[in-house]
């Protein structure tokens, strides 16, 4: 009698399920107001697009080529003190290519190297590479 009664059990008890599940009620509450993250964004991208600038502008080689156009410190720090947020922003993502130095040589020499492990490692398996 039990065998009998257990599918029937079974399908109520997912039917049931299903409808419990379904059927729940929806929460909602409010939300609390914020300053937009597209202006928090704003705020913090000019503090930080003025530390970029000074730190490209404290470099060595920036210095010297301001200096052989003419421009002091003072001239500087005045001209970017009347530029715009867009021109300061234009020109801290100008300063990071300067501060990042490079010009993909490093690229080049890190994957020469991997790829001369991998063929010293195989090399020491007796390993051959074959290309037809």
Known sequence: MITKLRKPTLALLVA????????SPATAAMVSSRISSQQANH????????????????NKLVQEKLSAYGLTHN?????????????????????????????????VIGVLI?????????KLYDKQIVIK
């Open 16 to 23: 049931l399920m299903m409808t419990l599940v379904v059927t």
């Open 43 to 58: 705020e913090k991208t000019g503090s930080t697009d003025l530390e970029t600038i000074q730190r490209a502008l404290e």
């Open 75 to 107: 001239e500087v720090n005045a001209k970017l003190q009347s530029m715009t947020d867009q021109q300061r922003h234009l020109l801290a993502q100008a300063s990071e290519k300067v501060l990042a130095g490079g010009d993909g040589i490093g690229l």
């Open 114 to 122: 991997i790829v001369l492990l991998v063929l010293l490692i195989l």
